[in-house]
């Protein structure tokens, strides 16, 4: 996996990629899909750059409301995924190295990627080098303090007798504060005018048998830590995931969490010199 984050966003060995992209549009993109509306509210304009796009969901919807879109993302089955959803060019391409020219963008979004990044002030600082003068980049991340489902999980690890791999950080020179103000600081080192930080709320709706799909492929941390059972432990991770998740659906086999983002809204100075 090139380029790929100590935030581990995928793990393990041989692996379908097709089925590992169409695991996470099922799981965790509907997830991070509830940032969405408010990123492209922030970034108005025609043309936007969708920098991580994933399978493209955030991308789809600037491209529904007419927009100009590309999108580029680090991963291969990503990329390929997001060509069948979008009209607009859809690149492979890992920051902090991005294939495009200086000063060049008016509106970039990277949504839960500088989470999975091995160096954020870097991809940060190449973010700021293709805006143009008074551009604006829209970031999220996930805020350190965990999450109703992922908590859930646990309990379900723990049942299950889960062994969970060690955590893999960022060394304490790259890694910065998991919150609304981090990314702010994070914003303003690079250089940008921070036009607004704030968490996001939403509630995620998703059935267990897409969240478990994401598990299964090896997405995110605790599909990290599926990944990494014995098959005994991993079947005995699905019936108490099963049970847990069964309990806490409703009528129509839907679960309903709470979610928390950290945001931040940055511009790039209008009265700099290029
Ligand atoms: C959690 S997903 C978020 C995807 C999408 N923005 C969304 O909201 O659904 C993180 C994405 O970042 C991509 N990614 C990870 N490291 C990257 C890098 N260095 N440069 C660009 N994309 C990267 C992954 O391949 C993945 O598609």
């Known amino acids: 996996m090139p380029a790929m984050s100590r935030g581990v966003l995928f793990t393990g060995g041989m692996r379908d990629w097709t089925a590992t992209a169409e695991a996470y549009d099922r799981s965790f993109a509907t997830l991070c899909d509830g940032a969405a509306a408010r990123l492209l509210a922030d970034l108005p304009g025609r043309d936007l750059l969708d920098v991580g796009c994933g399978t493209g969901r955030l991308a789809a919807r600037a491209e529904r409301a007419g927009r100009a879109v590309t999108a580029l993302d680090a991963d291969e089955s990503m990329v390929e995924s997001a060509r069948g959803r979008l009209r607009g060019r859809v690149l492979r391409a890992a920051l902090p190295d991005l294939p495009l020219p200086d000063a060049s963008e008016d509106a970039i979004s990277a949504s839960f990627v500088l989470n999975h990044v091995d160096r954020p002030r870097a991809a940060l600082a190449e973010l700021r080098r293709v805006l143009r003068p008074g551009g604006r980049l829209a970031i999220t991340v996930w805020p350190a303090g965990g999450a109703s489902w992922s908590a859930m999980l646990g309990e379900v690890f723990e049942e299950a007798g889960a062994v969970l791999p060690p955590p893999e950080r960022l060394s304490a020179e790259e890694d910065f504060d998991r919150s609304a103000d981090g990314l702010a600081g994070l914003a303003r080192e690079a250089q940008l005018e921070v036009r607004r930080a704030c968490d996001l709320h939403w509630d995620w709706q998703v059935r267990p048998e897409d969240l478990w ?50 945001y931040a809204l940055g511009a790039r100075p209008l009265d700099e010199e290029l």
Request: proline share 6%.
């Open 213 to 262: 799909a994401g598990l299964d492929a090896g997405i995110a941390t605790p599909g990290a830590v599926v990944r990494a059972q014995t098959p005994q432990v991993r079947a005995r991770t699905r019936e108490v995931f099963a049970a847990r998740t069964a309990e806490l659906s409703d009528l129509d086999g839907v679960m309903s969490f709470p979610v928390r983002a950290a």
